[in-house]
């Protein structure tokens, strides 16, 4: 146990956060800026922007189908590929997999983050033709 009073530690971490917040560029510029240094390198940058779950099984959460769950995520992708950055957007791809899952074979765990197999093997399909 610390000797440091409980109120003195979360003022620092809180501290640590808010200078970290503001210190840091907006995570678009950061992208940008990475891109341009590594295609100066001769290296492309390809971003691969996650789809939440409620996005991939919207249905398991109360919304519909086709509702747009995540509109920061399409701003941000529009945002990388107005700059020239290549982005791979893998929901299609992922929600083509839905068709035909099984309930053992998900695309992505209901209760958990992570994605399942047949999710990681549609999302591995969609960015492999952009590797080579």
């Not at 146990?1 to 678009?28: H, N």
């Not at 891109?35 to 996650?50: E, M, Y």
């Not at 919207?58 to 920061?72: R, S």
Request: aromatic share 6%; glycine share 6%; charged share 25%.
């Amino acid at each position: 146990m610390s000797s440091t009073p409980r109120g003195d530690a979360a003022a620092r971490s809180r501290a640590r956060v808010e200078s970290a917040s503001a210190a840091a560029a907006p995570v678009e510029e950061t992208n940008i800026d990475t891109a341009a240094k590594l295609n100066a390198c001769g290296i492309d940058l390809i971003v691969i922007p996650v789809p939440p779950r409620a996005e991939v099984m919207p249905e398991k959460f109360g919304g519909e189908p086709k509702q747009l769950v995540a509109p920061h995520r399409y701003r941000f992708m529009q945002q990388l590929l107005d700059s020239g950055v290549e982005v791979v957007d893998v929901l299609p791809a992922m929600m083509a997999a839905k068709q035909g899952e099984a309930r053992d074979d998900p695309v992505v765990f209901a209760a958990d983050p992570h994605w399942a197999s047949r999710g990681l093997y549609a999302a591995a399909m969609a960015v492999s033709p952009r590797l080579y």
